[in-house]
């Protein structure tokens, strides 16, 4: 079974500029996460879609945007970029039938750096 | 959410069992204790589960005691490959549940 996909896997943007990342999920899970990584702030939850419906979101600003597509891709986007975005973006899929597990399947990352 | 507490880092040489303890002293009744290990420049990697006492896998067993107000990852016999960020989530396994994730202990396994 291939595992969570991300794309792309490294960008680099200026700043004011914006991106667009994508996830395709495990097959067969519905629910969508994703996580920014920096050295200085850890793990930080961005937001969860099931279905096409965001069911959580984090403390990011308003910068920060998804979505998720009727296949359970899904994509995040950040607009106005500032040198403080840059991070590893990561999306993680989660299959939930009758209980949600708690166990996560992680991409590799989309790598952000913005100039 | 309960809030866990671990040590930022810890060195081991290879072959030595290794414990991390996590400390939850907020943890609710419907919350389970889940740790993952991240590489670097990968996504974190689910290891294990547990809600009480003791559960065992392949790769590392978790504790818990009666009051679950802390639980411990035992490594056993590490080796150079196990050298990874080791987080402890504590959350209620409940569909939309977010997991949030501390700043983990870095884990140095040496030859």
């Known amino acids: 079974k291939a595992g969570v996909t991300q794309t792309p896997r490294y960008l680099i943007k200026t700043r004011g500029q914006q991106v667009t990342l994508s996830c395709s999920p495990i097959s067969g899970h519905r629910s969508v996460s994703w996580y920014q990584q920096t050295p200085g702030q850890g793990l930080q939850f961005l937001f969860e879609y099931f279905s096409e419906t965001q069911r959580n979101k984090g403390n990011f600003p308003g910068r920060f945007s998804g979505r998720q597509f009727s296949n359970s891709r899904s994509e995040m986007n950040v607009s106005t970029l500032e040198l403080g975005d840059s991070a590893l973006y990561l999306c993680?899929?989660?299959?939930?039938?009758?209980?949600?597990?708690?166990?996560?399947?992680f991409g590799e990352g989309s790598r952000l750096t913005v100039l | 959410l309960a809030k866990t507490t671990q040590p930022i880092s810890m060195d081991s040489y290879e072959g030595q069992e290794v414990n991390i303890t996590c400390s939850h002293n907020n943890i609710a009744t419907n919350d389970y204790i889940t740790w993952y290990q991240q590489f670097p420049s990968q996504g974190p990697r689910f290891i294990i589960q547990?809600?009480?006492t003791k559960v065992t896998n392949e790769v590392a067993s978790l504790f818990i005691p009666a009051d679950r107000k802390s639980s411990t990852l035992s490594l056993p016999r590490v080796s150079l490959s196990d050298t990874a960020v080791y987080y402890c989530?504590?959350?209620?396994?409940?569909?939309?549940?977010?997991?949030?994730f501390g700043k983990g202990t870095t884990l140095s396994v040496s030859s």
């Open positions: 547990g809600y009480k």
């Open positions: 989530l504590v959350g209620a396994l409940k569909a939309g549940t977010a997991l949030i």
């Open positions: 993680a899929s989660s299959h939930e039938g009758a209980a949600n597990t708690g166990e996560l399947f």
